[in-house]
């Protein structure tokens, strides 16, 4: 009976060690922002460790058997990793299309070489002091620091300065995105924002704050959708686009491609190519897009829309500017669309059906130098400035 005693208490107590000791691994692990395999092994490892030492203690099995086991275990573990680690390796091997990706250091106003857009002439508008706080989509951010360049002082706007309070004169053309640019204006946070229509759920949060918002479209753009440029597919119908993100065409083959299942990529929710899909699929469901776990720090995942990849079946879509303009990615191509491609010259005549109007956004504010500034955006300087950035002019 001691001696069961003994046994039983040495189990508890390595037992307890190896839980102690997989918990700081699961805890560095998810610290360390490892993928959720690897704190599955974790939790796995260990408890198979502690049934190890149950069947040790208790000498359940021959010495020789539990040898093989654990050995076996450990091989399968070995080999699991580097599976894992393959196919990681191989799916990072495909280049990733993400907005936060871009370098908009390249497009800061006033900055040394910048790729920002300059007037030919004077400004007919100089504002050196009271200047509205400008936000909106990355796509975008080329064409406002272009307006910021012409219109305000010249010094070093930091693009991700914002708090205000604590960086007084700093920040006035800041550069968040759609879904942070909508939340900070209808927050008071920014003056105007240039960006892509609101979603509904952009709508409902500022009927909430009582926030009325203004649109003013300022130019035009094309919603567009890419692929792998070896996928023999050249276009889609609008028909055809809406059955794929309703999960209803699901092989390339059923579209003039090879016979592969669709990858078919989203944007987050309330981003502006994610509004534009939406508003394209209205009647229709959209299907669930594709996940990737993201591990966060103190061990907490979370789901969220995997940016797309450009594997062979994959599809994907923004704004033409920033497909062509500021990736240059020569691995993916454009789709017609109901047989009309996207260009600046379909986009002005209306020949292509996806074009779309941008908007400078504003939330009822009081500043006193936000309307000039708008309206000197649709004069022909401003939108001399939209025109060489690279969209369309409002007045084409």
């Known amino acids: 009976m001691k001696e069961l005693f003994s046994k039983i208490l040495l189990c508890v107590l390595l037992a307890a ?22 704190l599955i092994l974790i939790v796995v490892c260990t408890g198979a460790l502690i049934i190890f030492v149950i069947l040790k203690v208790f000498a359940l099995i021959k010495p020789r058997l539990l040898k093989i086991l654990f050995f076996s275990f450990l091989g399968v573990s070995v080999l699991a990793v580097g599976v894992y680690e393959v196919n990681k390796a191989y799916h990072n091997s495909f280049s990733r299309v993400n907005e936060q990706g871009v370098n908009l250091e390249l497009y800061k106003p006033f900055a040394e070489n910048t790729k920002a857009v300059k007037l030919e002439e004077e400004s007919t508008l100089k504002l050196e002091e009271q200047l509205p706080r400008l936000d909106g989509a990355t796509a975008l951010y080329p064409l406002y620091s272009a307006f910021a360049q012409a219109v305000y002082p010249e010094k ?6 914002v708090k ?18 909508y939340s900070r204006l209808i927050n008071g946070e920014t003056d105007i924002i240039f960006a892509a229509r609101p979603s509904e759920q952009q709508l409902k949060e500022a009927k909430e704050m009582g926030v009325e918002l203004k649109l003013t479209p300022i130019g035009k753009e094309a919603f567009v959708f890419f692929v792998n440029a070896r996928n ?15 999960g209803k065409i699901t092989n390339w083959q059923e579209v003039g491609g090879k016979n592969e299942k669709i990858r078919a990529f989203q944007r987050p ?55 062509t303009e500021m990736i240059q990615n020569n691995e993916i191509k454009l789709l ?17 059906p996806l074009a779309t109007e941008f908007y400078a956004v504003t939330a009822g504010t009081n500043h006193p130098n936000v309307d ?25």
Request: proline share 3%.
């Open 232 to 246: 023999e597919a050249e276009g889609l119908s609008t028909e055809q686009i809406q059955d794929i993100y309703a």
């Open 17 to 38: 060690a190896l839980a102690f000791t997989g918990f700081i691994a699961l805890f560095i692990a998810a610290l360390s922002g490892v993928g959720e395999f690897y």
């Open 164 to 181: 205000y309070d604590y960086f007084p004169g700093e920040g006035e053309v800041a550069c968040t995105n759609t879904a942070g640019a």
């Open 336 to 352: 017609k669309v109901d047989g009309v491609k996207p260009d600046k010259g379909t986009i002005a005549s209306g020949a292509y």
């Open 372 to 396: 000039s500034f708008i309206q000197w955006i649709l004069s022909p300087q401003g939108q001399y400035l939209v025109e060489k950035t690279g969209y369309t002019s409002i007045n084409r």
């Open 269 to 323: 929710e309330n981003s502006g190519s994610q509004t534009m899909l939406q508003k394209l699929m209205e009647g229709k469901t959209l299907m669930v897009p594709p996940k990737e776990d993201l591990v966060l720090g103190m061990g907490g995942i979370i789901e969220q829309t995997a940016s797309y990849r450009n594997y062979k079946n994959a599809i994907g879509y923004s704004f033409l500017f920033f497909a």
């Open 156 to 161: 070093d706007y930091d693009i991700y300065a």
